[in-house]
């Protein structure tokens, strides 16, 4: 009977071994998750900044391409 339950605590260790490795990988995955997050939101704000800028841009110059004339090759 000892053996059995020898066997039943090793495969319970190995169970809460298994169990430690997949608690530290999601807790990685979450941490990643987050961190990728923030870094998306950051660039869609960098973008949303850049496009702002080029849209002040273009009406500070109120010039719109399509009344320049042809270039001379034409």
């Keep these: 009977m000892s053996t059995s339950g020898d066997a039943l605590e090793q495969r319970l260790d190995e169970m809460e071994v ?3 490795f997949i ?3 999601v807790q ?3 941490a990643a998750d ?3 997050s923030q870094r998306i939101a950051a660039l869609e704000r960098a973008l949303r900044d ?3 800028e080029l849209s002040s841009m273009r009406v500070a110059q109120a010039d ?3 009344n320049e ?3 001379p090759h034409y």
Excluded: F
Aim: overall charge negative.
């Design 69 to 71: 004339p042809p270039p």
């Design 28 to 30: 990685a995955l979450t």
């Design 34 to 36: 987050a961190d990728q």
């Design 18 to 20: 298994k169990l430690t």
């Design 50 to 52: 850049l496009r702002g």
């Design 23 to 25: 608690d530290d990988a």
């Design 64 to 66: 719109d391409p399509h």
